[in-house]
Nanobody, 121 residues
């Protein structure tokens, strides 16, 4: 069983910063891409940023230049540095990891429970 545990969410004023962390635990897997998604009330979950095991990154247009995704492969941890936060960034942020089971070679997705981010104006 793979678990993703997020931390770092909270309440911040517009223009402020937060750093989210997500650590994967378990055994028998290798992590391919890790990413962050957000889900605002009444809306679908959408990609914020993703990073491959080799360090290639992808960002939603709305966060380019403000958010930075990084990962520590040795710790199976992904981070999201969020700067210049805006009220429209308010959402629950979910960590995602695309995993490969070492025994079967099957790929699967794992999700964290989410961490709320609230940006006040």
């Amino acid at each position: 069983q793979v678990q993703l545990v997020e931390s770092g969410g909270g309440l911040v004023q517009a223009g402020g910063s937060l750093r989210l962390s997500c650590a994967a635990s378990g055994s028998g897997f290798a992590i391919n891409t890790m990413g962050w998604y957000l889900q605002a009330p009444g809306k679908q979950r959408e990609l914020v940023a993703a990073i491959t095991s080799g360090g290639s990154t992808n960002y939603a247009d709305s966060v380019k230049g403000r958010f930075t995704i990084s990962r520590d492969n040795a710790k199976n941890t992904v981070y999201l540095q969020m700067n210049s936060l805006k009220p429209e960034d308010t959402a629950v942020y979910y960590c995602n990891a695309n995993l490969r089971r070492l025994w079967t070679g099957v790929n699967e997705d794992a999700w964290g429970l989410g961490t709320p981010v609230t940006v006040s104006s």
